[in-house]
């Protein structure tokens, strides 16, 4: 029962994550108009998309208290990260190409090294940042001011030239008791006038509340789900909580590939993934280790999330060549092997969580402690 009851949970999370991000974008959307394709999505769109993760960080972290929420933070924000590498992007080539809007997807090869190039050092500062026992608000900090030195750098770049951003004026209107039980947050701040400044920061606010809800029963559930079935919450969150963050992502690459900004479709991809290795995680680390003290981590802990931060450089660099070496455009076969890396890792992942003696598990999980031991040796 506990099971099903806490699984029950989660697809409600899900749900109300979709609707107050639905909010949540509409406001930044109005607030983001003067940015260009490619800027946007890789920083307002990854930072409404990604609060989710670091919601959820903060809760496994402040909830849990001890080595267990950070290994469920760092598992959520990790296999967040994962899932927006290689999910969005196959969901978004396998609709645009299944509804016949295209035979390829183009995206711009500057949006693909840019931000490409930007995350997997984000991942290395992550491996060499987040190395040894002992964590506390330094480290935090680092991976906060990579982010921020990253915001300024796409700032920057943006230089001159038009923009050309739609965004809703206007909700779907009509009564505000009826939109709040349907979760439309934007009727519920608008109802039927138009959008401005003010209004696009209230509903804002309020879409953030709601994140910020949906993801502490988010927590809750995959604790519940974790105990009933005998499985560590780092492999729960790394499966489960990873996935549920990251519906906001895919969803607004989804609408975005769907009105032909591809470019901004991947961008929020990868820059969700910067925004979780970098500000989800080093944020929460920050705040908790300066309340509370360093967070000392236990062996297995230790090599778990050693394993998991080589395996999500992996995964990462391979995505990243499969973009930048498909010139011709991306196809239904480049969507297809995306699926099958994902599929791969939730299979190890849960491998590992089971703690049955199986031989490939082993085998794969020496190879990275292997890798993930020669990198701290490095440091």
């Known amino acids: 029962m506990a099971i099903i009851s806490s699984l029950g949970l989660i697809l409600i999370t899900c749900i109300i994550i979709w609707r107050a ?3 949540f974008e509409m406001a930044s959307n109005y607030l983001g108009r003067n940015m260009k394709e490619g800027i946007k999505g890789a920083t307002i769109n990854a930072i409404g998309s990604s609060l989710p993760e670091l919601f959820t960080t903060l809760f496994f972290l402040f909830v849990l208290k001890d080595k267990d929420g ?4 760092i ?3 990790a296999g967040s990260a994962v899932f927006n590498a290689m999910i969005i992007p196959a969901v978004v080539i396998l609709v645009v190409i299944g509804k016949g ?3 390829k997807i183009e995206i711009s090869r500057k949006v693909i090294l840019r931000d490409g190039i930007s995350l997997i050092i984000a991942e290395l500062a992550l491996i060499f940042v987040i190395t040894g026992p002992s964590l506390n608000w330094t480290h935090g900090l680092i991976l906060m001011v990579l982010y921020f030195i990253y915001v300024a750098y796409m700032l920057i770049s943006q230089g001159a030239g038009d923009v050309e951003n739609d965004y809703e004026e206007t909700a779907d209107g009509g009564n505000r008791s009826i939109a709040l039980f349907k979760g439309d947050l934007a009727t519920v701040v608008m109802g039927d006038s138009k959008i401005n400044k003010a209004k696009a920061i209230g509903l804002l606010v309020l879409s953030v509340l709601f994140i910020g809800l949906a993801c502490f029963w988010l927590v809750e559930a995959c604790e519940q789900f974790g105990t009933a079935i005998g499985m560590p919450i780092y ?4 499966v489960l909580a ?5 519906v906001p992502d895919t969803i607004i690459s989804y609408k ?3 009105k032909g900004n591809y470019d901004d479709a991947v961008a929020n991809a990868l820059g969700s993934n910067i925004f979780d290795v970098c500000f989800a995680l080093g944020l929460p680390l920050f705040l908790f280790t300066l309340i509370y003290g360093p967070i ?4 297995d802990t230790i090599e778990n999330v050693g394993q998991l931060r080589i395996l999500l450089l992996i995964s990462t660099i391979i995505v990243f060549f499969i973009f930048v070496l498909a010139k011709n455009g991306i196809k239904k076969l480049h969507a297809r092997l995306l699926l099958l890396l994902y599929v791969l890792f939730v299979a190890y992942s849960i491998g590992k969580g089971v703690r049955y003696d199986i031989p490939v598990i082993n085998d794969i999980s020496y190879l990275l402690s292997m890798i993930s031991h020669w990198f701290a040796s490095i440091f």
């Open 242 to 246: 990873s996935a549920a963050t990251s």
């Open 21 to 23: 991000c639905d909010g």
């Open 101 to 103: 809007i295209s035979s």
């Open 296 to 299: 000392e981590m236990s062996s």
């Open 70 to 73: 950070f290994s469920g933070g």
């Open 235 to 238: 492999f729960v969150s790394v």
């Open 256 to 258: 975005d590939a769907m």
């Open 75 to 77: 598992g959520t924000t």
